[in-house]
C-alpha cells in the first residue's frame, strides 16, 4: 500500500496543480488547479479499497468539500451482494449531512442512478443529482455501445447550480469521461430541492453500515 501526497508545477499550464495520489489493488489519482488541503486517503470498508477526501480552496476563498469514491463491484467470488459497496456510500451520505461547506461527492460508484442504493444515498445526503431531467449519460462500456450505464456520478449540495453537464469523447478507457460544470449560488440554489428519506429508509441506512461494522464517524469531516 502507497500513500502519496505530492505538489507540481506545471510546465505547460503554469500555473501550481495539487495532486493526489494512491495507490493500491487500484491506482486513483486527484489533479486540481486550485489548493487542496484536510486530505485524507481513507479504506472505510475494504483494506484494498482506497477514497479520497479534501477540501478545495475557490479563487474566491469559498471552501468546497470534497469525497471521491470507487467502492468495489458486486463480485460473485468475494462480494455477491454488494453489501460493503453500499455501506461505504450510506456513510459517507451520513457524514455529508453534518457538513455546513458546499459538498461534492464523486467517482464511479459501480452502480446506477436509480438503483435503491443511490437512491437511498441522495435521500440520505440530501445532496442533488444534475443529470435528473437532463439525460442518462450512460459512462460504461465505452466498447459496447448497445450495453451502456450510468455507473459514473457526481452529487452536489444546494449551494451549486448547474452551469452544463456532458459525456465526453472516449480517451482509451472502458469509461466515457463526465463534464460537469457548477456555479457556486447558494442563494440561487437554495431553491432547489432533493428527495428526502423516510423514517424506514433512515433507519436501513444505518442497519447497512452497521451489518458493515463502519460508521459515519469513519468519513473524515472538514476542520
Not at 443529482?129 to 439525460?135: A, L
Not at 424506514?200 to 463502519?214: F, G, H, P, R, T
Request: charged residues 20%; hydrophobic residues 40%; proline residues 7%.
Amino acid at each position: 500500500m502507497k500513500k502519496i501526497l505530492l505538489i507540481v508545477e506545471s510546465v505547460f499550464l503554469l500555473v501550481p496543480i495539487s495532486c493526489v495520489l494512491c495507490y493500491t489493488s487500484i491506482l486513483t489519482l486527484i489533479i486540481s488547479r486550485l489548493p487542496l488541503s484536510e486530505t485524507e486517503i481513507c479504506f472505510l470498508v475494504e483494506k484494498e479499497i482506497p477514497s479520497i477526501h479534501a477540501s478545495l480552496e475557490l479563487r474566491t476563498g469559498d471552501k468546497v468539500r470534497f469525497h471521491f469514491l470507487h467502492p468495489a463491484p458486486p463480485s460473485p467470488t468475494e462480494n455477491s451482494k454488494s453489501a460493503k459497496r453500499d455501506a461505504e456510500l450510506v456513510i459517507v451520505a451520513r457524514r455529508v449531512t453534518e457538513c455546513a461547506q458546499p459538498v461534492i461527492v464523486t467517482g464511479d460508484l459501480n452502480d446506477v442512478a436509480w438503483s435503491a442504493t443511490t437512491r437511498l444515498f441522495r435521500k440520505v445526503s440530501g445532496l442533488l443529482d444534475p443529470r435528473v431531467g437532463r439525460g442518462m449519460f450512460n459512462t460504461f462500456h465505452a466498447d459496447y455501445p448497445f450495453v451502456r450505464w450510468p455507473l459514473d456520478h457526481l452529487f452536489h449540495s444546494p449551494h451549486f447550480t448547474l452551469q452544463d453537464i456532458q459525456r465526453l469523447p472516449l480517451i482509451g478507457s472502458d469509461h466515457f469521461p463526465l463534464l460537469t460544470r457548477l456555479s457556486l449560488t447558494p442563494l440561487q440554489g437554495a431553491r432547489q430541492t432533493s428527495i428526502k428519506g423516510s423514517a424506514a429508509e433512515l433507519e436501513w441506512a444505518k442497519e447497512i453500515s452497521e451489518d458493515q461494522n463502519v460508521s459515519k464517524n469513519d468519513v473524515p469531516k472538514q476542520s
